[in-house]
């Protein structure tokens, strides 16, 4: 079966960086893309980006642009998000979630990291 | 970006009632490229509908959706204990995805 498993909570100084990890498993991991998508206690879900695992290549959504990395290894079949620069907005619920290669809809998720950013 | 609005925000109904939730974009959604999740706390959201109208495998038929272009509703014919969660819709026609701000649908 399809499982999406992230990696533990982190807590993180204002400024410092923060790298979610997502482990892919029961497909095969290179026909379906991987996207970040991450929701702030109590609010709603916010799209941050993509990763094609087959070739590493991405697309970011414009507010993150410059601060958030998305990298792949087919070796493990994990797709990491790297935040950078990190503020206490940042502190949130990342999920990683599953697309096929289009249309862009997320058939499964992982469980979720928490990442909270506090001095 | 396509901004997507929930309504109402919080929906208060018994079990067995009927739940109709609302989902208006700023712009027509493109292939009615648009989804919808549950979710209940502590956990990811999960997919119920794509494609404005189909169900995601393992989906109960109680939960049905329709619309295009600028109006979606996501219907619930009976409401089951499990149901109360807080929805969202999300289109996928344009990056960025956007969603909605979401619609609680609680017990009465």
């Known amino acids: 079966q399809v499982q999406l498993v992230q990696s533990g909570a982190e807590v993180k100084k204002p400024g410092a960086s923060v790298k979610v990890s997502c482990k892919a498993s029961?497909?095969?991991?290179?026909?379906?893309?991987m996207h970040w998508v991450r929701q702030a206690p109590g609010q709603g879900l916010e799209w941050m980006g993509i990763?094609?695992?087959?070739?590493?290549?991405?697309s970011y959504a414009q507010k993150f642009q410059g601060r958030v990395t998305m990298t792949g290894d087919t070796s493990t079949s994990t797709v990491y998000m790297q935040l950078n620069s990190l503020r206490s907005e940042d502190t949130a619920i990342y999920f990683c979630?599953?697309?096929?290669?289009?249309?862009?809809?997320?058939?499964?998720w992982g469980q979720g990291t928490l990442v909270t950013v506090s001095s | 970006e396509i901004v997507l609005t929930q309504s109402p925000g919080t929906l208060s109904l018994s079990p067995g009632e009927r739940a109709t939730l609302s989902c208006r974009a700023s712009?027509?959604?493109?292939?009615?490229?648009l989804a919808w999740y549950q979710q209940k706390p502590g956990q990811a959201p999960r997919l119920l509908i794509y494609?404005?109208?189909s169900r995601a495998t393992g989906i109960p038929d109680r939960f049905s959706g329709s619309g295009s272009g600028t109006d979606f509703t996501l219907t619930i014919s009976r409401l089951e204990p499990e149901d109360f969660a807080v929805y969202y819709c999300?289109?996928?026609?344009?990056?960025?995805?956007?969603f909605g701000g979401g619609t609680k649908v609680e017990i009465k």
């Open positions: 979630a599953r697309t096929i290669i289009t249309p862009y809809y997320f058939d499964y």
């Open positions: 029961g497909y095969t991991f290179t026909n379906f893309y």
């Open positions: 990763i094609n695992p087959s070739g590493g290549s991405t």
């Open positions: 712009q027509s959604v493109s292939s009615s490229y």
């Open positions: 494609g404005a109208s």
């Open positions: 999300q289109q996928y026609g344009r990056s960025p995805l956007t």
